[in-house]
Protein backbone atom coordinates (compact mmCIF):
# COMPACT_ATOMS: atom_id res chain seq x y z
CA UNK A 1 0.00 0.00 0.00
CA UNK A 2 0.90 3.28 -0.37
CA UNK A 3 3.09 5.55 2.50
CA UNK A 4 0.45 7.45 4.69
CA UNK A 5 3.47 10.03 5.45
CA UNK A 6 4.14 10.39 1.09
CA UNK A 7 0.09 10.46 1.29
CA UNK A 8 -0.09 13.48 3.79
CA UNK A 9 1.86 15.72 2.11
CA UNK A 10 0.54 15.44 -1.16
CA UNK A 11 -2.89 16.40 0.61
CA UNK A 12 -1.19 19.17 2.11
CA UNK A 13 0.22 20.91 -0.72
CA UNK A 14 -2.70 20.57 -2.93
CA UNK A 15 -4.78 22.24 0.04
CA UNK A 16 -1.55 25.28 0.49
CA UNK A 17 -2.20 25.34 -3.42
CA UNK A 18 -6.13 25.53 -3.41
CA UNK A 19 -5.65 28.70 -0.56
CA UNK A 20 -4.09 30.89 -2.79
CA UNK A 21 -6.36 30.04 -5.93
CA UNK A 22 -8.44 33.32 -5.99
CA UNK A 23 -11.98 33.26 -6.50
CA UNK A 24 -13.07 33.25 -10.52
CA UNK A 25 -14.72 35.72 -12.30
CA UNK A 26 -13.65 38.61 -10.12
CA UNK A 27 -12.73 40.42 -13.16
CA UNK A 28 -14.23 41.66 -16.16
CA UNK A 29 -17.74 39.69 -15.24
CA UNK A 30 -20.88 40.68 -17.25
CA UNK A 31 -24.04 39.31 -17.81
CA UNK A 32 -26.93 38.59 -20.75
CA UNK A 33 -29.97 37.92 -18.71
CA UNK A 34 -31.59 40.61 -16.22
CA UNK A 35 -31.07 40.22 -12.31
CA UNK A 36 -33.59 41.67 -10.38
CA UNK A 37 -32.79 40.88 -7.21
CA UNK A 38 -31.50 43.48 -5.26
CA UNK A 39 -28.80 43.60 -2.56
CA UNK A 40 -30.35 42.06 0.49
CA UNK A 41 -29.42 43.22 3.72
CA UNK A 42 -27.30 41.00 6.26
CA UNK A 43 -29.99 38.91 7.76
CA UNK A 44 -29.14 39.07 11.43
CA UNK A 45 -29.45 43.12 11.01
CA UNK A 46 -26.43 43.79 13.04
CA UNK A 47 -22.86 45.22 12.39
CA UNK A 48 -20.47 42.70 9.67
CA UNK A 49 -17.97 41.28 12.05
CA UNK A 50 -14.73 42.37 12.22
CA UNK A 51 -13.23 41.64 8.54
CA UNK A 52 -9.88 39.66 8.56
CA UNK A 53 -6.54 41.98 7.95
CA UNK A 54 -5.55 42.83 4.55
CA UNK A 55 -6.31 45.09 2.20
CA UNK A 56 -5.07 49.03 2.87
CA UNK A 57 -5.54 48.96 6.72
CA UNK A 58 -7.96 51.83 6.66
CA UNK A 59 -4.66 53.92 4.97
CA UNK A 60 -6.59 55.11 2.10
CA UNK A 61 -9.88 53.34 1.99
CA UNK A 62 -12.61 56.70 3.69
CA UNK A 63 -10.09 59.48 1.26
CA UNK A 64 -10.89 57.04 -1.88
CA UNK A 65 -14.40 56.31 -1.24
CA UNK A 66 -15.12 59.98 -0.04
CA UNK A 67 -13.71 61.49 -3.36
CA UNK A 68 -16.74 63.01 -5.40
CA UNK A 69 -16.35 61.67 -8.68
CA UNK A 70 -18.92 62.27 -11.72
CA UNK A 71 -20.99 59.85 -13.61
CA UNK A 72 -23.55 57.08 -13.04
CA UNK A 73 -23.66 56.34 -8.94
CA UNK A 74 -24.02 53.24 -9.30
CA UNK A 75 -21.24 52.52 -11.63
CA UNK A 76 -18.97 54.73 -9.58
CA UNK A 77 -20.19 52.91 -6.77
CA UNK A 78 -19.01 49.60 -8.64
CA UNK A 79 -16.06 50.72 -9.93
CA UNK A 80 -14.59 51.98 -6.05
CA UNK A 81 -15.94 48.64 -4.85
CA UNK A 82 -14.01 46.57 -6.80
CA UNK A 83 -11.14 48.24 -6.39
CA UNK A 84 -11.29 47.95 -2.97
CA UNK A 85 -12.06 44.59 -3.41
CA UNK A 86 -8.97 43.80 -5.43
CA UNK A 87 -7.06 45.15 -2.32
CA UNK A 88 -8.37 42.97 -0.20
CA UNK A 89 -10.60 45.35 1.70
CA UNK A 90 -13.23 43.77 1.60
CA UNK A 91 -15.13 45.52 4.92
CA UNK A 92 -15.21 48.19 2.85
CA UNK A 93 -15.38 47.13 -0.52
CA UNK A 94 -18.99 45.34 0.50
CA UNK A 95 -20.49 48.67 1.86
CA UNK A 96 -19.42 50.02 -1.58
CA UNK A 97 -21.27 47.27 -3.00
CA UNK A 98 -24.22 47.81 -0.67
CA UNK A 99 -24.87 51.48 -2.10
CA UNK A 100 -25.55 50.34 -5.28
CA UNK A 101 -29.24 50.54 -6.56
CA UNK A 102 -31.35 47.73 -7.16
CA UNK A 103 -32.67 49.56 -10.94
CA UNK A 104 -28.60 49.46 -11.17
CA UNK A 105 -27.77 47.65 -14.77
CA UNK A 106 -28.35 43.63 -14.35
CA UNK A 107 -24.45 43.06 -15.18
CA UNK A 108 -23.47 45.50 -12.08
CA UNK A 109 -26.13 44.49 -10.25
CA UNK A 110 -25.12 40.40 -10.86
CA UNK A 111 -21.48 40.71 -10.43
CA UNK A 112 -22.26 42.99 -7.04
CA UNK A 113 -24.29 40.05 -5.62
CA UNK A 114 -21.37 37.52 -6.24
CA UNK A 115 -18.59 39.85 -5.03
CA UNK A 116 -20.48 40.73 -1.96
CA UNK A 117 -20.94 37.05 -0.67
CA UNK A 118 -17.30 36.84 -1.61
CA UNK A 119 -16.66 39.50 1.00
CA UNK A 120 -18.70 37.62 3.56
CA UNK A 121 -17.03 34.64 2.99
CA UNK A 122 -13.85 36.28 3.45
CA UNK A 123 -15.32 37.58 6.59
CA UNK A 124 -16.12 34.69 7.87
CA UNK A 125 -19.91 35.58 7.72
CA UNK A 126 -20.75 31.99 6.09
CA UNK A 127 -24.94 32.36 6.64
CA UNK A 128 -24.70 36.09 5.02
CA UNK A 129 -22.84 35.20 2.24
CA UNK A 130 -24.58 31.77 1.46
CA UNK A 131 -27.77 34.23 1.15
CA UNK A 132 -26.43 36.30 -1.29
CA UNK A 133 -24.89 34.00 -3.36
CA UNK A 134 -28.04 32.10 -3.33
CA UNK A 135 -29.84 35.50 -4.41
CA UNK A 136 -27.86 34.74 -7.89
CA UNK A 137 -30.01 34.47 -10.65
CA UNK A 138 -29.63 31.32 -12.75
CA UNK A 139 -30.17 32.88 -15.10
CA UNK A 140 -26.95 34.76 -15.00
CA UNK A 141 -23.72 34.63 -16.66
CA UNK A 142 -22.33 34.32 -13.09
CA UNK A 143 -24.40 31.61 -11.72
CA UNK A 144 -21.28 28.99 -11.70
CA UNK A 145 -19.33 31.22 -10.17
CA UNK A 146 -22.16 32.04 -7.27
CA UNK A 147 -22.22 28.04 -7.01
CA UNK A 148 -18.41 27.51 -6.29
CA UNK A 149 -18.59 30.25 -4.16
CA UNK A 150 -21.49 28.43 -2.17
CA UNK A 151 -19.51 25.51 -2.88
CA UNK A 152 -16.49 26.97 -0.78
CA UNK A 153 -19.18 28.43 2.43
CA UNK A 154 -20.48 24.97 2.42
CA UNK A 155 -16.70 23.43 3.51
CA UNK A 156 -15.89 26.05 5.49
CA UNK A 157 -18.92 25.26 7.38
CA UNK A 158 -18.13 21.98 7.59
CA UNK A 159 -21.30 20.51 5.12
CA UNK A 160 -19.15 18.39 2.48
CA UNK A 161 -22.18 16.76 1.34
CA UNK A 162 -23.82 20.23 0.38
CA UNK A 163 -20.21 21.46 -0.95
CA UNK A 164 -20.14 18.22 -3.56
CA UNK A 165 -23.11 18.97 -4.50
CA UNK A 166 -22.66 22.26 -5.56
CA UNK A 167 -19.74 21.81 -7.50
CA UNK A 168 -21.01 18.94 -9.10
CA UNK A 169 -23.52 21.01 -10.54
CA UNK A 170 -20.41 23.44 -11.78
CA UNK A 171 -18.74 20.52 -13.51
CA UNK A 172 -21.98 20.63 -15.72
CA UNK A 173 -20.78 23.97 -17.30
CA UNK A 174 -17.09 22.50 -18.64
CA UNK A 175 -17.78 23.28 -22.38
CA UNK A 176 -20.86 24.22 -22.02
CA UNK A 177 -20.89 27.27 -24.60
CA UNK A 178 -24.66 28.98 -25.51
CA UNK A 179 -25.90 28.64 -28.72
CA UNK A 180 -25.28 31.37 -31.56
CA UNK A 181 -27.00 32.05 -34.76
CA UNK A 182 -23.71 34.34 -35.03
CA UNK A 183 -20.63 34.62 -34.48
CA UNK A 184 -19.79 35.09 -30.85
CA UNK A 185 -18.30 38.44 -29.80
CA UNK A 186 -14.65 38.78 -28.29
CA UNK A 187 -16.67 39.13 -24.47
CA UNK A 188 -18.72 36.01 -25.03
CA UNK A 189 -15.96 34.09 -25.84
CA UNK A 190 -14.27 34.94 -22.83
CA UNK A 191 -17.22 34.52 -20.66
CA UNK A 192 -17.46 30.73 -22.37
CA UNK A 193 -13.50 29.89 -21.56
CA UNK A 194 -13.75 31.55 -17.70
CA UNK A 195 -16.59 29.13 -17.03
CA UNK A 196 -15.10 26.41 -18.38
CA UNK A 197 -12.40 27.12 -16.64
CA UNK A 198 -14.20 27.36 -13.30
CA UNK A 199 -15.75 23.77 -14.12
CA UNK A 200 -12.69 21.99 -14.46
CA UNK A 201 -11.31 23.57 -11.02
CA UNK A 202 -14.42 22.47 -9.80
CA UNK A 203 -13.50 18.60 -10.87
CA UNK A 204 -10.08 19.03 -9.67
CA UNK A 205 -11.50 20.23 -6.01
CA UNK A 206 -14.26 17.24 -6.11
CA UNK A 207 -11.47 14.98 -7.01
CA UNK A 208 -9.32 16.32 -4.30
CA UNK A 209 -12.26 15.81 -1.67
CA UNK A 210 -12.95 12.14 -2.69
CA UNK A 211 -9.48 11.44 -2.88
CA UNK A 212 -8.80 12.40 0.89
CA UNK A 213 -11.84 10.38 1.73
CA UNK A 214 -10.75 6.87 0.04
CA UNK A 215 -13.13 7.48 -2.58
CA UNK A 216 -10.59 6.58 -5.24
CA UNK A 217 -13.32 5.35 -8.40
CA UNK A 218 -14.66 8.52 -7.74
CA UNK A 219 -11.95 10.86 -7.61
CA UNK A 220 -10.25 9.18 -10.97
CA UNK A 221 -13.87 10.08 -12.14
CA UNK A 222 -13.79 13.64 -11.72
CA UNK A 223 -9.60 14.41 -12.31
CA UNK A 224 -10.38 12.60 -15.63
CA UNK A 225 -12.93 15.03 -17.03
CA UNK A 226 -10.10 17.59 -16.85
CA UNK A 227 -9.01 17.81 -20.82
CA UNK A 228 -5.48 18.05 -21.51
CA UNK A 229 -5.60 22.03 -22.56
CA UNK A 230 -6.89 23.16 -19.09
CA UNK A 231 -5.01 25.36 -16.55
CA UNK A 232 -5.41 22.62 -14.28
CA UNK A 233 -4.40 19.56 -15.77
CA UNK A 234 -0.93 19.38 -14.28
CA UNK A 235 -2.75 18.98 -10.56
CA UNK A 236 -4.98 16.04 -12.35
CA UNK A 237 -2.19 14.49 -13.28
CA UNK A 238 -0.77 14.46 -9.85
CA UNK A 239 -4.21 13.64 -8.24
CA UNK A 240 -4.23 10.73 -10.50
CA UNK A 241 -1.06 9.59 -9.49
CA UNK A 242 -2.44 9.11 -6.04
CA UNK A 243 -5.45 7.40 -7.07
CA UNK A 244 -4.07 4.80 -8.41
CA UNK A 245 -1.02 4.39 -6.46
CA UNK A 246 -3.78 3.90 -3.21
CA UNK A 247 -5.22 1.19 -5.19
CA UNK A 248 -1.99 -0.55 -6.12
CA UNK A 249 -1.92 -0.10 -9.38
CA UNK A 250 1.28 1.45 -10.11
CA UNK A 251 2.07 1.49 -13.33
CA UNK A 252 -0.25 3.61 -13.97
CA UNK A 253 1.04 6.17 -11.57
CA UNK A 254 4.36 6.37 -13.18
CA UNK A 255 2.59 6.96 -16.34
CA UNK A 256 0.87 9.75 -14.80
CA UNK A 257 3.73 11.18 -12.85
CA UNK A 258 5.81 10.77 -15.63
CA UNK A 259 4.21 12.65 -17.56
CA UNK A 260 3.73 15.83 -15.09
CA UNK A 261 7.28 15.30 -14.61
CA UNK A 262 8.56 16.15 -17.96
CA UNK A 263 5.66 18.12 -19.53
CA UNK A 264 5.37 20.33 -16.51
CA UNK A 265 9.01 20.56 -14.96
CA UNK A 266 8.36 23.73 -13.30
CA UNK A 267 4.75 22.79 -11.54
CA UNK A 268 5.51 22.77 -7.87
CA UNK A 269 3.71 19.33 -8.13
CA UNK A 270 6.50 18.39 -10.25
CA UNK A 271 9.06 18.87 -7.31
CA UNK A 272 6.85 17.40 -5.03
CA UNK A 273 6.14 13.98 -7.45
CA UNK A 274 10.07 14.11 -8.09
CA UNK A 275 10.63 11.53 -5.16
CA UNK A 276 7.12 9.61 -5.79
CA UNK A 277 8.13 7.98 -9.35
CA UNK A 278 11.34 6.28 -7.67
CA UNK A 279 8.92 4.95 -4.94
CA UNK A 280 6.71 3.75 -7.56
CA UNK A 281 9.51 1.92 -9.12
CA UNK A 282 10.48 0.22 -6.13
CA UNK A 283 6.89 -1.44 -5.60
CA UNK A 284 6.78 -2.73 -8.95
CA UNK A 285 10.45 -4.19 -7.78
CA UNK A 286 12.05 -2.13 -10.60
CA UNK A 287 14.76 -1.17 -8.66
CA UNK A 288 17.30 -0.64 -11.25
CA UNK A 289 14.67 1.86 -12.86
CA UNK A 290 14.11 3.24 -9.13
CA UNK A 291 17.81 3.83 -9.30
CA UNK A 292 17.38 5.24 -12.41
CA UNK A 293 14.80 7.97 -11.65
CA UNK A 294 16.86 8.60 -8.22
CA UNK A 295 19.38 9.98 -10.35
CA UNK A 296 16.93 12.10 -12.51
CA UNK A 297 15.87 13.14 -9.27
CA UNK A 298 18.94 14.50 -8.08
CA UNK A 299 19.66 16.39 -11.33
CA UNK A 300 16.32 18.16 -10.94
CA UNK A 301 16.71 19.30 -8.07
CA UNK A 302 20.42 20.47 -8.67
CA UNK A 303 18.44 22.82 -11.78
CA UNK A 304 15.90 23.94 -10.42
CA UNK A 305 18.18 25.02 -7.36
CA UNK A 306 20.42 26.84 -9.42
CA UNK A 307 17.54 28.27 -11.40
CA UNK A 308 16.46 29.55 -7.65
CA UNK A 309 19.39 31.30 -7.52
CA UNK A 310 19.56 33.22 -10.75
CA UNK A 311 15.46 34.21 -9.50
CA UNK A 312 16.48 35.32 -6.14
CA UNK A 313 18.77 37.70 -8.07
CA UNK A 314 15.63 38.96 -10.59
CA UNK A 315 13.23 39.40 -7.38
CA UNK A 316 16.01 41.87 -5.69
CA UNK A 317 16.40 43.82 -9.02
CA UNK A 318 13.12 42.86 -11.01
CA UNK A 319 9.95 44.74 -11.53
CA UNK A 320 6.50 43.69 -9.67
CA UNK A 321 5.65 41.64 -12.90
CA UNK A 322 9.02 39.54 -12.72
CA UNK A 323 8.42 39.23 -8.98
CA UNK A 324 4.25 38.04 -9.57
CA UNK A 325 5.55 35.39 -12.02
CA UNK A 326 8.21 33.88 -9.80
CA UNK A 327 5.88 33.36 -7.16
CA UNK A 328 3.21 32.03 -9.20
CA UNK A 329 5.48 29.48 -9.70
CA UNK A 330 7.17 28.91 -6.43
CA UNK A 331 3.81 30.02 -4.59
CA UNK A 332 4.04 31.71 -1.21
CA UNK A 333 0.79 33.13 0.40
CA UNK A 334 2.00 35.90 2.43
CA UNK A 335 4.16 37.11 -0.75
CA UNK A 336 1.06 36.69 -2.85
CA UNK A 337 -1.20 38.52 -0.99
CA UNK A 338 1.77 41.47 -0.55
CA UNK A 339 1.64 41.04 -4.91
CA UNK A 340 -2.08 41.73 -4.96
CA UNK A 341 -2.07 44.45 -2.45
CA UNK A 342 0.38 46.25 -4.64
CA UNK A 343 -1.60 45.56 -7.98
CA UNK A 344 -4.86 46.50 -6.04
CA UNK A 345 -3.27 49.96 -5.19
CA UNK A 346 -1.87 50.17 -8.85
CA UNK A 347 -5.57 50.08 -9.99
CA UNK A 348 -6.58 52.98 -7.86
CA UNK A 349 -3.67 55.07 -9.27
CA UNK A 350 -4.80 53.90 -12.55
CA UNK A 351 -8.40 54.93 -12.26
CA UNK A 352 -7.57 57.91 -10.71
CA UNK A 353 -5.32 58.89 -13.47
CA UNK A 354 -8.05 58.20 -16.16
CA UNK A 355 -10.61 60.44 -14.42
CA UNK A 356 -8.10 63.42 -15.26
CA UNK A 357 -9.10 66.57 -15.99
CA UNK A 358 -12.14 66.26 -13.92
CA UNK A 359 -10.26 64.44 -11.27
CA UNK A 360 -11.68 65.62 -7.87
CA UNK A 361 -8.93 68.08 -6.06
CA UNK A 362 -7.89 65.22 -3.53
CA UNK A 363 -6.86 62.54 -6.27
CA UNK A 364 -3.67 63.43 -6.85
CA UNK A 365 -2.57 63.66 -3.16
CA UNK A 366 -3.80 59.96 -3.00
CA UNK A 367 -2.16 58.56 -5.87
CA UNK A 368 0.97 59.97 -4.25
CA UNK A 369 0.61 58.26 -1.07
CA UNK A 370 -0.61 54.87 -2.78
CA UNK A 371 2.85 55.17 -4.89
CA UNK A 372 5.00 55.57 -1.17
CA UNK A 373 3.00 52.95 0.06
CA UNK A 374 3.36 50.67 -2.84
CA UNK A 375 7.00 51.30 -2.87
CA UNK A 376 7.10 49.76 0.96
CA UNK A 377 5.34 47.14 -0.16
CA UNK A 378 7.51 46.23 -2.20
CA UNK A 379 10.54 46.44 -0.16
CA UNK A 380 8.22 44.24 1.96
CA UNK A 381 7.74 41.57 -0.96
CA UNK A 382 11.53 41.62 -1.72
CA UNK A 383 12.93 40.23 1.56
CA UNK A 384 9.93 37.82 1.89
CA UNK A 385 10.26 36.55 -1.95
CA UNK A 386 14.20 35.63 -0.84
CA UNK A 387 13.34 34.05 1.88
CA UNK A 388 11.05 32.19 0.68
CA UNK A 389 13.36 31.08 -2.09
CA UNK A 390 15.89 30.17 0.40
CA UNK A 391 13.42 28.32 2.16
CA UNK A 392 12.69 26.35 -1.57
CA UNK A 393 16.18 25.84 -1.83
CA UNK A 394 16.98 24.06 1.65
CA UNK A 395 13.84 21.95 0.78
CA UNK A 396 15.31 20.78 -1.99
CA UNK A 397 18.49 19.68 -0.63
CA UNK A 398 16.54 17.76 2.06
CA UNK A 399 15.06 16.21 0.01
CA UNK A 400 17.96 15.44 -2.26
CA UNK A 401 19.75 13.24 0.85
CA UNK A 402 16.63 11.50 1.18
CA UNK A 403 16.87 10.98 -2.68
CA UNK A 404 20.67 9.84 -2.43
CA UNK A 405 19.60 7.13 0.32
CA UNK A 406 16.73 5.71 -1.34
CA UNK A 407 19.18 5.52 -4.33
CA UNK A 408 21.37 3.74 -2.31
CA UNK A 409 18.89 1.30 -0.90
CA UNK A 410 17.50 0.73 -4.57
CA UNK A 411 20.97 0.04 -5.80
CA UNK A 412 21.46 -2.42 -3.14
CA UNK A 413 18.45 -4.50 -4.26
CA UNK A 414 19.20 -4.49 -7.53
CA UNK A 415 21.84 -6.69 -6.57
CA UNK A 416 25.05 -4.87 -7.74
CA UNK A 417 25.85 -2.06 -10.22
CA UNK A 418 27.58 1.63 -10.22
CA UNK A 419 26.14 5.12 -10.35
CA UNK A 420 28.34 7.15 -12.90
CA UNK A 421 29.02 11.05 -12.61
CA UNK A 422 25.75 12.01 -14.19
CA UNK A 423 24.13 10.39 -11.57
CA UNK A 424 22.70 7.49 -14.13
CA UNK A 425 22.71 3.86 -13.29
CA UNK A 426 24.86 1.30 -15.11
CA UNK A 427 24.78 -2.12 -15.17
CA UNK A 428 27.37 -3.91 -14.62
CA UNK A 429 26.08 -6.40 -17.94
Same mark, same amino acid.
Given at each position: ????????? =????????????????????????????????????????????????????????????????????????????????????????????????????? #?????? =??????????????????????????????????????????????????????????????????????? &? #????????????????????????????? &?????????????????? =????????????????????????????????? *??????????? $????????????????? $????????????????????????????????????? #????????????????? *????????????? #?????????????????????????? &????????????????????????????????????????
Amino acid at each position: MVSKKLLLA =AIILFINLLSTIAYAGQNNLSVEENLLNPLPSTSSGQALPPFSKGGMGGLFSSQFLALPIEGDPDRVWFDKAKILYSQMDYKNAYDAFSKIGKNAPPDILA #ESLYLS =ANCLLKAGNYDDAALLAQSVSNKSWTYPFALYTRAMISLKKGDEKDAIGHLEEVTKYAGAGLSFLRKQTAE &E #EARQRQTSALAHRASLTLGFIYLENGENN &EAIKYLLAIPKESQYYAN =ALFGLGWAYARMDRWVRSVVLWETLFSSYPENP *YSIEVAPYIGY $AYTQLNAHGKAVEQNGI $ALRYYKDISEKISVLKNEVLHGDIDKIFSIINIYRDN #EVYTGLKLYKGLLQMEE *YLGRLSPDSPPDS #ESLIRNSKKRRAVILDDINVKAVAHL &EKLQRQLLETSIDTSLRMSQNLRLEGGGQISSDMTFIDHD
